[in-house]
């Protein structure tokens, strides 16, 4: 089995320039995360904001931290005062506890807006006219404690390449009208361990991948 730097280092070899790569470190433990910081990683992943938390604490400072889950408004202040990027936000109310936090933290909190185009009931988003209206609504104005950096979309998990690709070439389209207006958008976050390649030919600037680089996950603990 290859090392978790082998394995970072011919994922780095497959990635354009200007693509960043999230390493999605969750359930993982701090062992292995250290493995991929001393390899050169400052950008880590996670789903759960009290396993974020905990690693925060443990791990050196200069790390990036990345909460790519869905998120629970409630959960919002234990982050805030130290999450760089939020991926997965879905309606203004969150984006309105994400600055009010933001706020009393002093900061300023990455945010982008997640699409939903998977055919999969499960998987959270805004539709393209929710994300054209929130973005238009003077609700965002004063929001000056987060940054809409840009776009996430999770494609449908399936083997049918042509779906995933005309998932990711939605968004793509929706992301490049969009930047015209908004010139802050610069990522668009697509693409996983399956999927990076297809959504990088779509345009991804950013991916998020896990198991190939730390193996499979244990979600027995």
Same mark, same amino acid.
Do not use: G
């Given at each position: 089995m290859n090392s978790i730097e082998e394995n970072l280092k011919h994922i780095q070899k497959t990635l354009p320039e200007g693509v960043t790569l999230v390493a999605v470190s969750k359930t993982k433990p701090i062992s292995d995360l250290m493995e991929a910081y001393e390899a050169g990683q400052r950008v880590f992943g996670e789903n759960k904001i009290q396993e974020m938390t905990q690693k925060w604490e443990e791990l050196p400072k200069d790390i990036s931290w990345h909460m790519i889950g869905h998120v629970q408004t409630n959960k919002v202040k234990?982050? *805030?005062?130290? %999450?760089?990027?939020?991926? *997965? %936000?879905?309606?203004?109310?969150?984006l309105k506890e994400i600055n009010k936090q933001a706020?009393? #933290? #002093?900061?300023n909190i990455n945010c982008f807006l997640q699409v939903k185009i998977a055919k999969e009931e499960s998987k959270f988003g805004l539709s393209e006219a929710d994300v054209i209206a929130l973005l238009k609504s003077d609700d965002i104005k004063p929001l000056t404690n987060v940054n809409i950096k840009g776009l996430m979309g999770m494609a449908t998990f399936t083997d049918n390449k042509e779906q995933i690709i005309n998932e990711f070439k939605k968004i793509q389209s929706l992301f490049n009208d969009l930047t015209t207006d908004n010139p802050t958008f610069k990522t668009l976050s697509i693409g996983m361990s399956g999927d990076y390649r297809l959504a990088i030919d779509c345009g991804s600037t950013m991916v998020r991948i896990g198991s190939s680089i730390f193996g499979a996950r244990n979600y027995s603990h």
């Open positions: 234990y982050m *805030a005062p130290y %999450v760089d990027t939020i991926h *997965a %936000v879905d309606s203004l109310k969150l706020l009393k #933290n #002093n900061r």
